[in-house]
Every structure is written in C-alpha cells, then in structure tokens.
C-alpha cells in the first residue's frame, strides 16, 4: 500500500520544489527487488525523472565532480543542469538522512547520443536497491522522503549544498 503527499515549495524567483513523502507499507510479507545492473542499465528503484533528448546537460553529485553518468555513486544530491531551448535550467533531486540507503547510490545520466544507451538521456533514479532486495515483513513501513528543486540557471555544488542543508536541517 503506498501513502504519497506531494508538496510545492517556493524557493525564491528562480526556483521551485516538490517535496515527496511517501511511505510503502506490505500488507504481507514482500520482497522489493530490481533488475541487477548489467554493465549499460539496471540497478535503478523507486523516483525516476528522465528528460527530453535535446537537453545538453551535466551531472553533479555532492563530491563536486561534473560526470555524463553514474552508477551507482552515492550522495546526498544530484544536479542535471543544461541548456534547454537556449536557456539554462536544472532539477536536483535532494536525499533525505532518514531514507533508506542514505546516501543513496544514485544512477543517472546525461545525453543517449553520446554513449549511454538509445533513451536514456537525461536521467536521475535515486536507486535504492541498487546492491540489492529488501525484505519487508507483513505492517511494515519504508518511507522515502525526496526533494525535487527545479531551478533557472546551472546550479554550483555550493548552491546545491546548501538547498540540501536547509532541507534537512541538523543532518
């Protein structure tokens, strides 16, 4: 059974936020699981956001190197920042501390036409399960708690830090 409550959150004149928080409880005895990582595609669960071709982007993860993909590296954040119809805009997907797996290994990538699978351009899946099933017994409850910022302009790693710290506060 899933409980989802989906949030808009102003963050200023050149960004906004979803705030996902949904919980998944079994109502019997279940095993979540994915399809293992077979050197191209695999790996991934849970939040998915993939956008348009045309999109030239980067990807920015809390270590601050810029990459075309990953999978898996583990952070607290992932920024896809590009041009788009001329303009430069972005979506950084924030990871809560209480979520499972955190910091998640996250599988993303940038643009299909230069190497990394036909449509799968412009990708970010916060892959939970990436190493593998979790098992949940009957009544139990796994939350996940994402924030998704779309923002105007290209986002530094400071900028994207710092939207994480004052999301989760004390973490």
Request: net charge negative.
């Amino acid at each position: 059974h899933e409980h989802r409550v989906l949030r808009h959150v102003p963050l200023g004149d050149d960004a906004f936020a979803v705030d996902w928080d949904v919980t998944l409880t079994a109502p019997r005895d279940a095993v979540l699981d994915r399809t293992p990582f077979n050197g191209l595609w695999g790996g991934y669960s849970g939040l998915a956001f993939r956008g348009r071709d045309r999109w030239r982007t980067r990807l920015l993860l809390d270590d601050g190197v810029e990459r075309d993909r990953v999978a898996p590296q583990a952070s607290r954040w992932c920024d896809l920042s590009g041009t788009a119809d001329g303009r430069d805009v972005g979506l950084c997907v924030l990871d809560h501390p209480d979520n499972p797996a955190h910091p998640v290994p996250f599988y993303a990538t940038t643009r299909a036409s230069e190497g990394h699978g036909d449509g799968w351009a412009n990708t970010i899946y916060p892959a939970f399960l990436w190493h593998g099933p979790r098992r949940l017994t009957s009544g139990e409850a796994l939350r996940f708690r994402y924030r998704v910022a779309v923002h105007d302009g290209t986002w530094s790693p400071d900028r994207c830090a710092a939207a994480w710290h004052a999301w989760a506060p004390g973490a």
